[in-house]
């Protein structure tokens, strides 16, 4: 059986959150991770990684070892934050060292996705088509409309992609301090100055489709990356550092694949009990069943 692969970012420790949020459940016992999960197996992914810490290993293996159905595969890999040189460090190195964690076990193309986002099923359906396909060659990124993607608590940062013609991109500008104001524009601050930006504009929840090629590339990217660092604690290694080499060293192309579902996630306390109404909504609209598994 050939493996379509869903991997997961779950090592973070949460502690905006104030415990481990992965696995904070949202209705029942189930966690907004397990709604991606179950709607990537809707759509025909068969493999699922998670990448934990040490800490957490025990208990993701506990929970998830045994609970889906026979057809899918599900393994477990640490993102360590101990270097082959011995170092070692609190936290979790970032997205990019989590990707390079899956190298071992991952052979062909592959979905990543954070654990504690909601990405919608037709998501995993427009990425599921466009990274299987035996035709592909690009890696692949699901684009969110910015309107979609805010929070009722506050500011939020997002990567606004940039694109060519034919949706291939071009760069991701990082942009912090968005927010939805008293008049319903949507604006981030630049420079003290705030400017209204475009509800439609596609922006990245991290939610990448990548061939195996991209390991290559990100081995060599973390090696200078760790040459150049200058707060050992701190500094993170990050997807987007990847993924901007792939653009300026045109390697290969990025294409956006834009969907209309609505995203939210949970970063802080606060944002709980709207993912949760979120998710009664979509179980009452049987979307998806009481019971997952």
């Not at 290993?57 to 070892?65: A, D, G, H, L, V």
Request: hydrophobic share 40%.
């Amino acid at each position: 059986m050939t493996k379509k692969t869903l991997a997961i970012m779950a090592a973070g420790m949460g502690s905006r959150f104030g415990s481990l949020k992965q696995l904070h459940p949202v209705y029942s016992t189930y966690a907004i991770m397990d709604y991606s999960i179950y709607d990537a197996i809707q759509v025909g992914y068969n493999h699922i990684v998670f990448i934990v810490s040490d800490e957490t290993f025990e208990t993701f293996k506990i929970r998830y070892s045994c609970v889906f159905p026979e057809n899918i595969t599900v393994d477990f890999v640490i993102q360590n934050k101990e270097l082959k040189d011995s170092r070692s460090r609190i936290k979790p190195w970032g997205t990019g060292h989590a990707l390079l964690a899956l190298k071992k076990i991952v052979t062909s193309n592959f979905t990543l996705i954070n654990a504690d986002d909601f990405y919608g099923r037709k998501a995993f359906k427009l990425m599921f088509g466009a990274l299987f396909n035996d035709e592909n060659t690009n890696h692949y990124l699901i684009g969110y409309a910015l309107k979609n993607t805010l929070s009722e608590n506050g500011s939020v940062s997002r990567g606004i992609c940039k694109t060519d013609s034919k949706n291939y991109l071009t760069a991701i500008d990082e942009q912090t301090a968005i927010i939805k104001n008293d008049v319903g524009d949507i604006t981030v601050q630049n420079n003290k100055k705030s400017n209204i930006l475009n509800p439609e504009t596609l922006v990245s929840m991290n939610f990448w489709g990548f061939k195996a090629s991209v390991f290559n590339v990100a081995d060599a990217l973390f090696l200078k990356f760790l040459n150049a660092i200058s707060d050992f604690e701190k500094d993170e290694f990050y997807i987007t550092y990847i993924i901007n080499y792939l653009i300026e060293n045109k390697q290969n192309n990025i294409q956006v694949l834009a969907t209309d579902d609505a995203w939210f996630g949970i970063t802080y306390l606060a944002d709980e009990p709207l993912a949760r109404k979120q998710i009664q909504t979509f179980v009452d609209a049987n979307m998806y069943p009481k019971k997952l598994w």
